[in-house]
């Protein structure tokens, strides 16, 4: 059996968790959140990203809530996101008191379209959120366009594609605010929770700093400068991290090595009822490999009778989700974000499978269409 999700990612790791663990309960001088693991993992960051602030935080989400509101955003203001996507993207947003407008997604990235996003920008926009999703980097070059000559702010959600690199900037670079995710099965996953933001700006990372512990500034206990969150990382969740990143190019790199190899064995079934993601490496994020397919109930039970797992992301798109539709626009319609719901099929892309295993699944894969 191939699991979708597989429950030995970390078990490698094991020892080194133990470790931690131990070190962080016998010592006299450790902090258990916020200490030097913390600081040390954020300065290993910045350096490998080139960002001028990185603030690590306690999720994906939490990284999304602090991104957002840094920027003030609020009752009254909008903020553009995606249709078809994770639902932090929305709710980051709507918890604050501002309004989400949905936009609809490329039929065959399955990221945020561009045109479709500026058509929505009007007097109260005050961001748009492009996000990363499953294989490929949304179009950062064009929505860093249109979010300067339209002045709105750019909030790039990379929580799938940490060490993704596009036209040699790096996933999480290209935003005013970039976010990526530690939860487990995301590029850089971990054994618990954790997340990240990156900006250049000295402004925003001062309030995502003060945000993410109460407003404090880590200097004056108690004093609180603005009304914020508990959204701090554990220093064993960031050792944790520290001990994984020397690993992590080589983890990415076998990702990529595995879409390769897929996107060439399905190059030939377009016709067939299945597109591939676009192969290459340039704003390939290989978080998840996932297909497009017409005949999908039917590629999952031959996939499940060889024992091999896959995942359906996004069955709803948001729009259409009871938490949602009664604040989606009345009368929009996001057709590629409906079809992209119906026909996606991710299938499993882990960096410790082995060659056999990932030969297995395409010829499996193959195999149903011939
Ligand atoms: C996972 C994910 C998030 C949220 O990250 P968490 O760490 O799980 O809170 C946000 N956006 C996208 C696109 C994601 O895939």
Redesign the pocket.
């Known amino acids: 059996m191939i699991p979708f999700f597989p429950p030995d990612l970390f078990e490698v790791d094991r020892k080194a968790m133990l470790d931690i663990l131990y070190q962080l309960g016998t010592s006299q001088d450790e902090k258990l959140i916020l200490g030097k693991a913390t600081a040390e993992l954020e300065r290993a960051i910045a350096e490998q990203t080139g960002a001028r602030h990185v603030i690590a935080c306690a ?6 809530t602090l991104s957002v509101h840094a920027l003030d955003i609020g009752p009254g203001d909008e903020v553009v996101v995606p249709a078809f ?2 639902q ?2 929305a709710s980051t947003v709507a918890n604050l008191g501002a309004t989400v407008v949905f936009a609809d997604v490329d039929p065959l990235t399955m990221v945020m379209d561009p045109g479709h996003t500026e058509s929505l920008i009007g007097d109260r926009t005050r961001a748009i959120m492009p ?3 499953f294989s490929i980097m949304a179009d950062m070059p064009r929505f860093r366009e249109i979010a300067e000559r339209r002045s709105v702010a750019l909030i790039e ?1 990379a ?2 594609a940490q060490g993704a690199v596009l036209d040699g900037l790096q996933a999480g670079r290209w935003g005013d605010l970039g ?1 990526v ?3 487990q099965v ?1 590029a850089f996953g971990t054994a618990g ?3 990240m933001v990156f900006t250049d700006d000295t402004g925003l990372a001062t309030a995502v700093r003060q945000l993410r512990n109460h407003g404090q500034d880590g200097v004056n206990r108690f004093l609180h400068h603005r009304v914020g969150y508990n959204s701090r990382l554990d220093e064993a969740i960031a050792r944790f991290q520290l001990h994984r990143l020397p690993g992590f190019a080589g983890r990415l790199e076998r990702r990529a090595q595995i879409a390769d190899y897929y996107s060439e064995r399905f190059s030939g079934l377009a016709d067939r009822g299945l597109t591939p993601p676009p192969a290459g490496r340039n704003g390939r994020c290989y ?1 998840v490999y996932s297909l497009l397919v017409e005949r999908r109930e039917d590629l999952r039970a031959y996939l499940t009778e060889r024992e091999i797992g896959t995942h359906i992301y996004y069955p709803v798109p948001l729009p259409r989700q009871p938490a949602f539709s009664a604040i989606a626009a009345p009368g929009r319609s996001w057709p590629n974000a409906e079809l992209v719901s119906a026909r996606n099929l991710a299938i499993p892309i882990w960096p410790h499978l082995s060659d056999a295993q990932v030969e297995y699944i395409a010829d499996s894969v193959c195999e149903f269409f011939e």
Do not use: N
């Open positions: 999720s994906g989400t939490g990284a999304l996507c994770c932090p993207v996000a990363h999703v959600d929580a799938v976010v995710s530690f939860f995301k929770e954790g997340g978080y």
